[in-house]
């Protein structure tokens, strides 16, 4: 089983709409969790961390359900400029530090005007 | 807003070379990291750095790869002998007080040939 797990998409959507991206990891001694967006050929970039009792930024909204492994990103009036590939991470716990990132394959929005 | 920055943006080298790629991290940031991209795949973590040493390393970070910290701004990946298998996006990493906050640079594309 992959440590992180996305659907590839791509999802198209129009302008305004709502889409929700889901992610699992598999071990369960995680303890942080976030969202990157990246564009094409360009870094990836910090868009939330994602806390157990689920946040929000703007129109973006992040869950974590750690009984199931599973984290989900909520991204509402979606804009043209959301068109990326957004990674889910997972920090992967390791003796002494838990500082070591490990990346999903990501998931491609393309926004339709 | 501070930033990761990263030198050069593209490298060409001849397989069987020696590459220094450059980085400077956000000035208060204490934890350092490399990751590489291979094109079309995910990102991969590869060495963590802290307090002047290596925290965690990967598997992909064999006895070809160091890092070092030569002053109080910069910090590099050396590749000791290129492989046409290590062309990739490097990007460079760092993070500070907020755990596991990591802020990526751009990215050197390197380039074996």
């Known amino acids: 089983r992959k440590e992180v797990e996305q659907d590839p998409g791509p999802f198209n959507v129009p302008e305004g709409a709502t889409v929700a991206f889901n992610c699992t990891y598999s071990?369960?001694?995680?303890?942080?969790f976030f969202w990157y967006r990246q564009d094409c050929r360009k870094e990836p970039k910090l868009l939330m961390s994602v806390y157990s009792s689920g946040n929000e930024d703007g129109r973006f909204t992040a869950q974590l359900n750690r009984a199931s492994q599973y984290i989900s990103l909520l991204i509402r009036d979606s804009k043209l400029s959301d068109s990326a590939t957004y990674l889910c991470v997972v920090n992967r716990p390791r003796r002494g530090s838990a500082r070591q990132l490990t990346f999903g394959s990501g998931t491609q929005l393309t926004v339709l005007p | 807003e501070p930033e990761v920055t990263q030198t050069p943006s593209h490298q060409v080298t001849q397989m069987g070379q020696e590459v220094i790629l450059r980085c400077v991290p956000i000035?208060?940031?204490?934890?350092f990291y490399w990751y590489r991209q291979i094109l079309g795949q995910k990102v991969e973590f590869l060495v963590s750095?802290?307090?002047?040493?290596?925290?965690?390393k990967s598997e992909i970070f064999d006895d070809q790869f160091s890092v070092e910290r030569p002053d109080g701004s910069n910090f590099t990946l050396k590749i000791r002998s290129t492989k046409l298998e290590d062309s990739a996006m490097y990007f460079c990493a760092s993070s500070g007080t907020v755990p596991h906050e990591q802020y990526f640079g751009p990215g050197t594309r390197l380039t074996v040939t």
């Open positions: 071990n369960s001694a995680s303890q942080s």
């Open positions: 750095f802290y307090n002047n040493e290596i925290s965690e």
């Open positions: 000035s208060n940031h204490l934890y």
